[in-house]
């Protein structure tokens, strides 16, 4: 990544006391944050949006272990307030170059009596959204911070629905359905995953999420009372009293709120890698985002082959030879791969028995496909730096990391330290059973994507990925970052003849639903999740091929959650759309006014007229359009569609 500008400009900086309230607003006026003391002498925030309150007062503090909380009878020592405006690129991901352009307010504070212990709060304020963390300076009170939990609200300021990822615990691989509910309505029980996206009815959409998480616990948030939301830490293993253990000084991750009238801003926006620091790789060029075949999906299937599917070297190559054929970048080989100790755990450092890896690896090699390697997390934590370094003497591209589950202080210590020790070998990673994006592919860009979601995989034992499920993802979960879905599944059947099962799934959106899926969600690691025989002579086959996983430009043109959403993502000169709908037959229009003046070549994949019973049928067509004409697109029930757009030779 390379700092194409950046500059910090304080336009107003103070080292004398100054008197609560104290402002920042975004660089286009529309979002104020205001830091204010309640009437109980309670710090707290407000946050309004175009002259109105999005976030009412919500207290502000730490609480920590055998101190009163931190955050009461604080007076101002000094506030600074400035500007930044930045712009960096990055090697995937939905803009490029980005720019971060925001205006900031520090403020240190003192309590007035009793331990006499410091606090500092630091705002941004950016025209789509707010962040916010806490600034603990070292001190003879506080020379090692062990936090309870923190006394962060969010008080939506008026009564609206919430999309609400409700999980069962703090060990969670946040894969579960999101439940549409006002926000007074969300149980005191429920434990919600982030993001988590609200309307404040007649003013905005906010989205509560979390950037820059290191050397920290994840934060989730629970209702307190009316609409109050707390934040909530995940607990340390070794101490569930406690959630951080940490040396001062120290900054917590940033509060991040996403605001915008329009919900498709919130897809649009950057704000948490805005957040995040720059970053810590000083040479890129290994790492390459691209598109993979996958063997673990359609569960050993495959047709009009002479040999029995299987981790076994035969398979391996099938789908090498389709990675080639199709021009994919890489080839997943999935859990199996490694030799099995004591008939459970599995040596990352020696192979299965079925498997001839130097054969396939120099196989790979020969058709310029490169290997990813699959791991369990507990036998990378023991192994790494055993088996990274002979990852890389092999030739490997990357590492699947899965079954974390968890996001306490030390489970978040242990992504960091894989995404160093990965870099250190030029090995990029897919974090699979993770917890959400928090920016931290900005400062480990190796990080190519992670799950973190209830993905397609789900259709192997459940009916739970429906169509409308995969709408609300594109507004809550993809807020945060890159996913790990695994699209393209091509046994496509209506949702009411579908049925689970784990070899050769089917999957209940039309075909055209998932081709859409590779330009409405945002990976830089994605996957074919069929088999072979799934997409050799489909005439969508070759828009998947050439689809890119890195943009330079993204916009949502329409949509809500649980809605249709319809996206146009820019790459170079070449645009590509995608609209998916929910369980409802759809048309809608698309405006081609975001082109350039001149002729471009449009490719239409749709849903055929009788995509409602015959799921697989696509209806494909060119024509050449400009920037003036809209085209109007029909979606079946479970539908969808994708468009290509580049310029006429």
């Given at each position: 990544m390379k700092l194409l500008i950046a500059a910090l400009l304080s336009v107003?900086?103070?080292?004398?006391a100054q008197n609560l309230p104290l402002k920042a607003a975004s660089p286009d006026g529309q979002i104020v944050f205001t830091l204010l003391q309640t009437k109980e002498g309670a710090l707290a925030y407000e946050v309004s949006y175009k002259g109105q309150p999005v976030i009412a007062s919500s207290r502000l503090g730490l609480d920590p272990q055998d101190?009163?909380?931190?955050?009461?009878?604080?007076?101002?020592?000094?506030?600074?307030?400035?500007?930044?405006?930045?712009?960096?690129?990055m090697k995937h991901g939905k803009a490029n170059p980005l720019r971060a352009r925001a205006n900031w307010l520090r403020v240190d504070l003192k309590e007035a009596g009793g331990l006499r212990r410091q606090l500092g709060l630091e705002a941004r304020v950016f025209d789509d959204g707010v962040g916010f963390r806490y600034r603990l300076p070292a001190q003879p009170a506080i020379r090692e911070l062990r936090l309870e939990r923190e006394l962060t609200q969010f008080h939506l300021a008026k009564e609206g629905e919430a999309y609400v990822l409700a999980l069962n615990g703090f060990r969670t691989s946040y894969e579960d359905s999101y439940l549409k509910l006002p926000v007074s309505s969300i149980k005191p029980s429920y434990l919600a995953g982030l993001p988590l996206l609200a309307r404040v009815p007649g003013v905005a959409w906010v989205a509560v999420t979390e950037s820059h998480l290191e050397n920290y616990a994840g934060m989730y948030l629970k209702r307190n009372q009316g609409r109050v939301l707390e934040a909530t830490l995940s607990p340390r293993v070794d101490d569930p009293s406690l959630a951080v253990i940490r040396a001062t000084p120290l900054e917590t991750p940033w509060r991040v709120l996403m605001i915008s009238d329009r919900p498709g801003a919130l897809a649009e926006s950057n704000?948490?890698?805005?957040?995040?620091?720059?970053?810590?790789?000083?040479?890129?060029?290994?790492?390459?985002?691209?598109k993979t075949s996958w063997s673990w999906w359609s569960g050993d299937y495959a047709t009009g082959v002479d040999f029995k599917p299987g981790m076994n070297t035969a398979t391996m190559k099938h789908y090498i030879d389709f990675s080639a054929e199709a021009g994919l970048d890489y080839m997943m080989l999935d859990e199996g791969w490694s030799a099995e100790v004591d008939g459970r755990s599995r040596d990352?450092?020696?192979?299965?028995?079925?498997?001839?890896?130097?054969a396939i690896l120099g196989y790979a090699k020969q058709k310029k496909v490169g290997i990813w390697l699959w791991a369990h997390w507990t036998f990378v934590d023991l192994q790494m730096d055993e088996a990274f370094p002979l990852f890389e003497k092999w030739g490997i591209r990357?590492?699947?990391i899965d079954f974390m589950d968890r996001d306490d202080q030390d489970m978040v210590a242990f992504y960091h330290r894989v995404l160093k020790k990965a870099a250190e070998h030029k090995l990029m990673v897919d974090f699979h059973g993770a917890y959400k994006p928090c920016g931290l592919r900005r400062y480990y860009p190796n990080l190519l994507t992670r799950e973190a979601a209830m993905s397609l995989e789900y259709v192997k034992w459940s009916n739970r990925v429906t169509a409308e499920h995969n709408v609300t993802l594109a507004f809550t979960r993809l807020l945060a970052g890159p996913m790990d879905y695994t699209p393209g599944g091509f046994g496509n059947v209506p949702p009411e003849r579908f049925t689970p099962r784990w070899l050769n799934p089917q999957v209940p959106t039309t075909r055209a639903h998932q081709v859409a899926l590779y330009v409405v969600f945002e990976s830089g690691f994605t996957m074919f999740a069929d088999y072979p025989g799934a997409y050799r002579g489909q005439p969508e086959t070759p828009f998947l091929s050439e689809v890119p996983v890195a943009w330079d430009e993204t916009r949502v043109l329409a949509g809500e959650p649980a809605t249709p959403i319809v996206t146009a993502r820019r790459q170079r000169r070449n645009w590509y759309v995608g609209g998916i709908t929910n369980g409802e037959a759809r048309t809608v229009k698309v405006p081609l006014d975001f082109?350039?003046?001149?002729?471009?070549?449009?490719?239409?994949?749709?849903?055929a007229p009788d995509a409602a019973v015959a799921a697989e049928k696509t209806s494909i067509e060119k024509r050449t359009v400009t920037r003036t004409d809209t085209l109007e697109m029909r979606m079946a029930p479970a539908g969808g569609f994708a468009i290509s757009l580049k310029p006429a030779r």
């Open positions: 107003c900086v103070s080292a004398q101190q009163p909380p931190l955050g009461a009878n604080l007076a101002v020592v000094s506030a600074a307030s400035g500007s930044v405006d930045e712009t960096y690129t704000i948490v890698l805005h957040l995040a620091p720059p970053s810590r790789i000083a040479d890129e060029s290994w790492i390459q985002p691209g990352l450092t020696k192979t299965n028995p079925q498997l001839d890896l130097p990357g590492v699947k082109l350039e003046p001149g002729k471009y070549e449009a490719a239409l994949i749709a849903d």
